[in-house]
């Protein structure tokens, strides 16, 4: 059973930042990709951003990022770690939510998708 455990999440102002880490039970190289979602009270959950680790490229990984986020929000993977990290500047009182790491796995002809329990961000002054 994959293991993902956050941390990183805390109470900043707005233009602050904060870094979100999320541990894996295993490498990050053997997941389809790992992800950041988040919600906030009374919305859906929506994909912040994704990595897939590509050791065959220069950069190493492959991300994706919600417009809303693009230019602030900064996605990496430690393998020597099992880790992706979320990096987020300049944040502002609409990223406040829960985030949750997500890694998906191709397992018998399935996607599987495990999560963590989350982790609260709060962008208020």
């Known amino acids: 059973q994959v293991q993902l455990v956050e941390s990183g999440g805390g109470l900043v102002q707005p233009g602050g930042s904060l870094r979100l880490s999320c541990a894996a039970s295993?490498?990050?190289?053997?997941?389809?990709?790992m992800r950041w979602y988040r919600q906030a009270p009374g919305k859906q959950r929506e994909l912040v951003a994704s990595?897939?680790?590509?050791?065959?490229?220069?950069?190493?990984?492959?991300?994706n990022y919600a417009d809303s986020v693009k230019g602030r929000f900064t996605i990496s993977g430690d393998n020597a770690k099992n880790t992706v990290s979320l990096q987020m500047n300049s944040l502002k009182p609409e990223d406040t939510a829960v985030y949750y790491c997500?890694?998906?796995?191709?397992?018998?002809?399935?996607?599987?998708?495990?999560w963590g329990q989350g982790t609260q961000v709060t962008v208020s002054s």
């Open positions: 990595i897939t680790m590509v050791a065959s490229i220069t950069s190493g990984a492959i991300t």
């Open positions: 997500n890694a998906r796995d191709w397992v018998r002809g399935s996607w599987i998708d495990y």
């Open positions: 295993r490498s990050i190289y053997s997941f389809n990709a």
